[in-house]
């Protein structure tokens, strides 16, 4: 499969893994149902889409070493993500740390366990 396919099969499996994650945290563990279903599913759909290409595109061609690729640009990925749930769903930052932390924690363990 070429290095583009992955992209897309990961993307995909991305937005199905963290989406659902998202929407959990937000309406069961934090309990607000001020925000829209839709605006959930779409702030958290347009976050993986922004942030999923720099991990696999440009953040490579910097960083040569797996490992250390694999913590900057997760680290960077949660970041960037939290600061758009933050701005976009209007949250505390703690919550959106922690919404961006789980989700993307989950989405890299499952991502590891399918590609063994």
Do not use: H
């Amino acid at each position: 499969m070429q290095y583009e396919e992955q992209f897309l099969l990961s993307l995909i499996s991305t937005l199905v893994i963290e989406i659902p994650v998202i929407l959990f945290l937000m309406r069961c563990l934090y309990r607000d149902k001020r925000i829209s279903i839709l605006k959930i599913v779409s702030i958290g759909a347009i976050a993986s889409c922004l942030t999923l290409p720099y991990l696999w595109f440009i953040f490579p061609y910097y960083i040569r070493d797996w490992n250390t690729l694999f913590l900057i640009g997760e680290s960077v990925i949660v970041c960037i993500e939290a600061m758009i749930y933050f701005n976009c769903l209007e949250i505390k930052p703690s919550r959106a740390f922690t919404l961006s932390l789980i989700a993307n924690a989950i989405s890299v363990v499952i991502g590891l366990l399918v590609d063994i």
